[in-house]
């Protein structure tokens, strides 16, 4: 597997958008597994896998909530790195479905261990960041006494500069050691529906139990119910 | 002539509400963002004491819903405008009204945005992705932004005509029925996503259910995190691919 310079750049870009869309601007989910990984994977060449990788990844972390402030993985470019490593994976792929297709369990494996990897990692550096914006403020609070709007303005549009470096670093990162696992990994080649629909279940699991917290038993049972009604017909 | 807030004025707070939390921190949280949306009217306040103490008391911390905050943001456009008209009630209107529904509006924007329209959304997504591709990330980003950026820009206009009234948002006739929406929507789009997982032609259709049950369990629970438990979901299956892969057609 390899990336030329410009779909390097080309990553980097939205690995930059969704880290800003994840809270700082617009937050219109274009930072969400189902949007980045899909958009990370048609720029690498197989929008397909990176789809797959969305549709997993979306389930995972849809209990991640930024309630009352608490701290997110950061979705965004955990998502561009997993739809990205997934659409550069060699070796044969299964159709999951029409539009659906599944790299190797391997590289699947590697693919989705690297965006969690890079999800998780950044959750704390986002905390860091939010807990040392004091010079921000203060050039904020020192722009309000004068009376100056422009600049207070400027000093709030600062804030975005650490969160798109951090995106772009950890995008980078995420990237280059999961091409190289990619590349020294061992060269088999199992069916990556093995690996695919647990997590596929998982993250069912997880966005179900967002709402029906109390009747969770009555719905696993249907879902387990319904899963093996379905595998056996 | 009495200085007033054209739909201009509210165009250019509706836009700066979109990067509210540009600098948000652990102290005064989205204050910056709240006090950078309101600079859009500092032509109320002429005066640089007026001013200065105008962009002050929107630096006060403040912490809620983004959706959420344009409802806000209008309703203290309105008083900020009564306010430079010579109502001295208006000032002290402004930050008693951030103060008493920044939590309330929080907390419904949260439940109705963040865990509930986002994971529907996402749901039913993935499952159009399935068949349809990109029509899946298409259609997601579409169900959720026509609520989502209606609520957050629209919500700029509709707050400044509500004034200090804008409680009555909680009580919205839109607000029950997406609540509803979400509670019946999100199971259903999930056991379907479980039928569509299960009845992929392999063994592993075998791992889904028992995932899904798992994941309901442990999550609804919150014992364990989305990214740890994949992480096992992931080992369990490399496992089971270096079991079975001989079986699989």
Redesign the interface.
Known sequence: MSLDPGTWGLLLALGLWTALDQ????????S?P??AS??AGWIAGD??SG?TI????????????????SPL?FLGPAAVVGGALAAVATGPRVH?????TLPG??PL?IA??MS?AV??SGRPLLQQI??H??T??DM??G?????R?DR??I??????VPTAFLGMGLVTAGLLVGSILLRFGPNVH??G?????????????????????RR??I??????????A??FI | MKARVSRLDLTRVAFWNLLLQASYNTGRRQALGIASAMASLRHLWPEPQDRSAFLLRHLEPMNTNPAMAGPLLGAMSRLEERASQGDTEAVERVGHVRRVLEGPLGAIGDGLFWAGLRPLAGLAGSIIAWPCGAMGPIAFLLFYNSIHLTVRCGGVFWGHAKGDRIHELMRARWVKLLRVAVRWGIPFLGLSLVAIGASVPALARWTVAPAAVAGVFLGSRSLVRGGLLAGGAIMVGLLLSGIFAQRVP
């Not at chain 1, 809270?23 to 274009?30: D, K, P, R």
């Not at chain 1, 969305?54 to 402030?69: D, E, I, M, N, T």
């Not at chain 1, 529906?193 to 709402?211: E, F, N, Y």
């Open positions: 809270s700082a601007c617009l937050q219109v989910l274009v969400q189902l949007v899909w958009l929008a397909a789809l969305g549709v997993l990844l979306q389930g995972v972390w849809s209990r991640s909530l930024p309630l009352g402030a993985p999951l479905g029409p539009a659906i369990a391997l494996a989705l261990w969690i999800g998780e939010y807990r914006r004091g921000i403020v904020a609070l722009a309000a006494r004068d009376g709007a207070l303005r000093a709030h549009l600062l804030g975005i199992a069916d529906r093995w690996v695919a629909l647990p997590v596929l279940g998982v993250g069912v699991g997880q966005a179900c139990s967002l709402s029906m917290k969770a038993w719905w696993g049972a249907a879902a387990l119910v319904l899963g093996l379905v595998a």
